[in-house]
């Protein structure tokens, strides 16, 4: 008690008061987070579960775009606004129980401000990567499991950070990317793929025939079993794509389960293939005769 004699009651009431004002905003403060964080999730949630195609309950159930990628992405934001909430807190209590006890705060406040100038000279890349991080959270621009192209860099998303992303591309290198670095970025495992497949025929064939036969094939495909979990909708086959001397291209394209649509193209192609072979259907190069399925 000797060591704060010089202390009168009013300032240790005041002490007091600033500290319960401080506990009682903290506690509001982050209980508002937290609510707001709740609410913006059962929006989201409202949002997905109103209707929608078989496309979208497929990707629902079965894409990376569902209830516990939103949770966690949703707590994530809501720690880290409440930790800032906290430290800004903390800081203005110390800064005004200071005042209190007639500490001068001009030249602790003129040595924060030279430290924080060199500071942000130091550490503006730093910043840069943290508050780049948070929008790439906030916004959902890819999660672990995503398939990313960054322009220089092309992988598996494996963990996402507030200051790097770690990716491990094709090879099984890992390459950890400051997230301030990343100017632009695709993302291939959010919505859907698209499967494209260009048959080849011989430039005098009827083109309403063979799409007629590819018509079969694409009925065919939102019917099979096996293509079932990954296929969204029926293939479209939308028509004379190029024509040559020698052939004529028929496009088919698919919407498929993000990074799906490779099994799908392999699929149509083999059956399209067969069916235009079993109802005569010339190939490109004369030399080639029937198409062989």
């Given at each position: 008690m000797t060591s704060l004699a010089w202390i009168s009651p009013d300032t240790l009431i005041s002490i007091a008061i600033v500290v319960l004002f401080t506990i009682v905003a903290r506690f509001l403060l982050v209980r508002l987070v937290k609510r707001v964080t709740s609410k913006?999730?059962?929006r989201a949630q409202?949002?997905?579960a109103g209707g929608g195609t078989k496309a979208d309950h497929i990707i629902e159930a079965l894409t990376l775009a569902n209830h516990e990628r939103y949770t966690q992405r949703a707590a994530t934001m809501g720690s880290v606004i409440?930790?800032?909430v906290t430290v800004l807190l903390w800081v203005m209590a110390a800064l005004t129980i200071l005042?209190?006890?007639?500490?001068?705060?001009?030249?602790l406040l003129a040595s924060a401000?030279?430290?924080g100038v060199a500071l942000a000279f130091g550490a503006q890349s730093l910043v840069k990567d943290f508050l780049s991080g948070m929008f790439m959270v906030m916004e959902d621009q890819y999660g672990v499991g995503d398939v990313?192209?960054?322009?220089?860099?092309?992988?598996t998303v494996e963990e996402v950070g507030l200051r790097v992303t770690r990716i491990r591309d094709a090879s099984g290198t890992i390459w950890y990317v400051r997230n301030g670095e990343i100017l632009r970025l695709g993302n291939q495992s959010q919505g859907w793929s698209t499967a494209i497949?260009?048959?080849p025929v011989a430039v005098d064939e009827s083109p309403a025939r063979v799409i007629a036969i590819l018509e079969k094939v694409a009925e065919a495909a939102e019917q099979a079993p096996e293509l079932s979990g990954e296929l969204l909708e029926k293939p479209n086959v939308v028509g004379v794509n190029s024509v040559t001397g020698t052939a004529m291209t028929i496009r088919v394209i698919a919407k498929t389960l993000p990074n799906q649509h490779w099994a799908i193209q392999r699929w149509l192609l083999e059956h399209c293939v067969s069916a235009l072979a079993k109802a005569g259907i010339r190939s490109p190069l004369p030399n080639l005769g029937l198409m062989n399925p």
């Open positions: 913006a999730l059962q409202a949002r997905r409440s930790s800032l005042a209190l006890v007639d500490i001068p705060l001009a030249p401000g030279v430290g990313v192209d960054t322009g220089d860099l092309r992988g497949v260009d048959v």
